[in-house]
């Protein structure tokens, strides 16, 4: 089936490590997002890649970092940087970023510092 | 920059009675986009319904409708027939560009 897997769906970072979420998914869309989601609170952007070896930031990208070398996979690493990482995150992709084009969501990533 | 006011933190409704969650936003754009997303409690992000600002008439997808006022900066969603299945937040977005810009949204909880 079609879709965007994320992995993995629940994780523990310890206070000052860098930690990786991995998005895949199978598509073919060109347009790949992260969005961050806090409790009682909608998505804010991350990053978004509107194209293989292309990404740029979103409303809130500091202490975060993304790379996008295949056109199925948008992996979003969480660094030290990140002052309050602890959060519900959501990868989402789209045919492309012309206005529009509606955006699909994975199922999620729970992150949680200890 | 767009806004997008969800003013009703939660909503309750009887099994298979309507319920209409409001939504309002906030641009200077004359064409858009506007989506309803329902998020269960599995946290997944499922869209619900689709409107282009251009268009006038409504969107329908089964038992989900929207009155959509352009003038009024008003996009609502009536939930028909509601089913036990529809308990979820929902989430109004706006999207203009590759930018979607979503409300804080509203809790629905449909009682049997």
């Known amino acids: 089936d079609g879709g965007i897997t994320q992995s993995p769906k629940y994780l523990f970072r310890k206070e000052g490590q860098n930690v990786t979420l991995s998005c895949e998914q199978n598509?073919?869309?060109?347009?790949m997002y992260w969005y961050r989601q806090d409790p009682g609170q909608g998505l804010r952007l991350i990053y978004y890649s509107q194209i293989v070896n292309d990404f740029q930031k979103g409303d809130i990208a500091e202490g975060y970092s993304v790379s996008r070398e295949k056109k199925e996979s948008f992996p979003l690493t969480v660094t030290s940087a990140q002052k309050n990482p602890t959060a519900f995150y959501l990868c989402a992709s789209s045919v492309g970023t012309a206005s529009g084009n509606t955006i699909y969501f994975g199922e999620g990533s729970w992150l949680t510092v200890v | 920059a767009q806004t997008v006011t969800q003013s009703q933190p939660e909503m309750s409704v009887q099994e298979a009675e309507t319920v209409t969650l409001s939504c309002t936003y906030d641009?200077?754009?004359?064409?858009?986009?506007l989506f309803w997303y329902k998020q269960p409690p599995s946290r997944q992000m499922i869209l619900v319904i689709r409107?282009?600002?251009?268009?006038?008439q409504n969107a329908t997808e089964n038992r989900f409708s929207v009155n959509f006022q352009k003038a009024a900066k008003s996009f609502s969603l009536k939930i028909s027939d509601s089913q036990l299945g529809d308990t979820a937040m929902y989430f109004c977005a706006f999207m203009r560009g590759y930018k979607l810009s979503f409300g804080a949204g509203t809790t629905v909880t449909v009682r049997a």
């Open positions: 409107q282009e600002a251009y268009k006038q």
């Open positions: 641009t200077s754009e004359s064409n858009y986009y």
């Open positions: 598509l073919n869309h060109d347009a």
